[in-house]
């Protein structure tokens, strides 16, 4: 089975990141830069059906130089072959011209490698926007068929299963191959590279992959704003039950609550 994995480089979402007051954006010097949390669940479960029915992972990242270390590690946790498109400025791009890139970039790949993707995995979603598009996208522009937020999958020659979590339970989709899927956290955690890994990580090569960069964003960016700050809120201590009852009433009342 040939699967294909797209990871995107981000600022660790473990540090609270605010807003450059100057520039009006993120401030993210000297934050370290990780794989995306969502491609990481979406590169265990590919490595993990890899593993039962045998085949090759492949990763690609849209992003730019520094891209490469984030490839490095998915080969350690798993990945057979990397791809880099490099675009320094691609966090300026909007989701429907990543996504363009993205699919003449796979389709470039499997015109090199001289076979199809059976299966392309990509994270419900990036931590840093969050648009939870760029996925469908893709699947549009390849023609392929897409399931969203599956937390579990199986595969054969013909089809995918993808399980899915909703708030009534699971659902099971199949869709047949080629298709593309988008990853929620399924309910085991992405493997821990090795040293021994590690150090077969660095000899392997990334290929790049060049694509046509003058796409034009269709949406802009106006502006980035930080959250409004959460008010103190009032402590009501003192009377009996009938009389904080009374009082919390009457504050939710000055507040125009209802």
Do not use: W
């Not at 993210?28 to 669940?41: I, M, P, Q, W």
């Not at 988008?182 to 955690?189: F, R």
């Amino acid at each position: 089975m040939e699967i294909l994995v797209c990871a995107k480089q981000v600022a660790d979402d473990s540090v609270e990141i605010m807003l450059n007051p100057e520039t009006g954006k993120p401030a993210l010097e000297g934050v370290t830069e990780v794989v995306n949390a969502f491609d990481t669940y979406a590169l265990e479960m590919a490595t993990r059906l890899k593993e039962e029915k045998g085949g090759t992972v492949c990763v690609v990242s849209l992003g730019g130089e520094t891209a490469a270390n984030s490839l490095k590690n998915c080969l350690a946790v798993g990945a057979d072959e990397a791809f880099h498109i490099k675009e320094e400025e691609y966090q300026n791009q909007d989701t429907l011209a990543i996504a363009q890139k993205l699919v003449e970039g796979i389709q470039k790949i499997e015109e090199q490698r001289g076979k199809k993707f059976d299966v392309i995995f990509c994270g419900r979603e990036s931590t840093d926007y969050a648009s939870g598009q760029v996925g469908i996208m893709i699947a549009n522009g390849l023609g392929y068929g897409v399931v969203s937020n599956l937390v579990d999958i199986e595969a054969d020659e013909t089809k995918v299963i993808a399980r899915r979590e909703t708030e009534e339970g699971y659902q099971r989709i199949e869709v047949a191959v080629p298709c593309l899927v988008t990853v929620n956290k399924p309910n085991y955690e992405p493997r821990y590279p090795t040293i021994k890994s590690k150090m077969a990580a660095r000899k392997k090569a990334i290929a790049e992959v060049v694509v046509d960069m003058s796409t034009e964003s269709l949406v802009k960016e106006v502006a980035i704003t930080a959250p409004a700050k959460r008010q103190a809120g009032i402590k009501i201590k003192t009377g009996s039950a009938e009389e904080l009852v009374a009082q919390t009433i009457e504050k939710m009342l000055e507040a125009k609550v209802f």
